[in-house]
C-alpha cells in the first residue's frame, strides 16, 4: 500500500460545478497537509495549508482533513476553466523516517474545467 | 530573485553522458530540495539541504545521483552515468526553514530531463 493514494483521474466537470479532490494515506504520523496545483510544464503551486484535524476555506477552496479516517479533501465551489490542471495532495510529520520535513505526494489528480 | 530558479528549463543526453542540473532558491530560504517526478508518479524526494547540516540524502535512487549546495545557497544535482529511466522533471523547491515552515516549500518550474 502506497504511504499516500490519490486517484489520478482524470476528472472533467462543467464550468460553475463543485469539485471534490481527495487522498487517503495510511500513516498516522502525518500532522501537516498540503494541496498544491500544478499546471502543464510549471512547478507545484502551494493553494492550502492544513495542520492536524479541521476544515480551512480560502475563497473558492476548502481543504478538510479528517486523521480519524486518514482522509483529506479540497473542495473548489464555482469551478472556472482556469481552475484546469493537476492537483497534489501532500503531507508531512517532522522528524519522519529522520528525514526533515520532505513532503509525501499523492501522484495527483487531472482536473478539467470546461467552459 | 522573485522565485525558485532551475536551470536547463530541458535537458536532452544520450545514455551514459553526465548532467549537471541547476537551483537557485529563493534569497534568504536555509532549507532546500530535490524531487523527481515522473511520468504518472507523483513527487518523489530525493535530498534536502538545511543551511550546515549535514544533507539528508535518503532519496537518492543509486549512487550516480548526488548534489551540492555551495556557499547555502545554488545547488547542483548531479546524475552521472545517465539511464534511460532517468528520464523526469526534476524539481527544487525552498523554504525558509523554520520547524513549521519547512512544510511551506516553494517549487521551480523543474528541468525536464530526457535520456535518449
Known amino acids: 500500500q502506497k504511504e499516500v493514494e490519490q486517484d489520478p483521474g482524470p476528472l472533467s466537470v462543467p464550468e460553475g460545478a463543485i469539485v471534490s479532490l481527495n487522498c487517503t494515506y495510511s500513516?498516522?504520523?502525518?500532522?501537516?497537509f498540503m494541496w498544491y496545483r500544478q499546471y502543464s510544464r510549471k512547478g507545484p503551486e502551494l493553494l492550502m495549508y492544513?495542520?492536524?484535524?479541521g476544515n480551512k476555506e480560502d475563497g473558492r477552496f476548502t481543504a478538510q482533513v479528517d486523521k480519524s479516517s486518514k482522509y483529506i479533501s479540497l473542495f473548489i465551489r464555482d469551478s472556472q476553466p482556469s481552475d484546469s490542471a493537476t492537483y497534489l495532495c501532500?503531507?508531512?510529520?517532522?522528524?519522519?523516517?529522520?528525514?526533515?520535513?520532505?513532503?509525501?505526494f499523492g501522484k495527483g489528480t487531472k482536473l478539467s474545467v470546461k467552459p | 530573485g522573485a522565485g525558485v530558479s532551475q536551470s536547463p528549463s530541458n535537458k536532452v543526453t544520450e545514455k551514459g553522458k553526465d548532467v549537471e542540473l541547476r537551483c537557485d532558491p529563493i534569497?534568504?530560504?536555509?532549507?532546500l530540495y530535490w524531487y523527481r517526478q515522473s511520468l504518472g508518479q507523483g513527487l518523489e524526494f530525493l535530498i534536502y539541504?538545511?543551511?550546515?547540516?549535514?544533507?539528508?540524502k535518503s532519496g537518492l535512487p543509486s549512487d550516480r545521483f548526488s548534489a551540492e549546495r555551495t556557499g547555502g545557497s545554488v545547488s547542483t544535482l548531479t546524475i552521472q552515468r545517465t539511464q534511460q529511466e532517468d528520464s523526469a522533471v526534476y524539481l527544487c523547491?525552498?523554504?525558509?526553514?523554520?520547524?513549521?515552515?519547512?512544510?511551506?516549500?516553494?517549487f521551480g518550474a523543474g528541468t525536464r530531463l530526457s535520456v535518449l
Open positions: 500513516n498516522s504520523a502525518f500532522q501537516y
Open positions: 539541504f538545511q543551511g550546515n547540516s549535514a544533507p539528508d
Open positions: 534569497s534568504g530560504h536555509t532549507a
Open positions: 501532500a503531507m508531512s510529520a517532522l522528524n519522519y523516517g529522520g528525514s526533515q520535513g520532505n513532503l509525501i
Open positions: 523547491a525552498s523554504s525558509s526553514g523554520t520547524v513549521l515552515a519547512k512544510n511551506i516549500q516553494y
Open positions: 492544513t495542520y492536524s484535524s
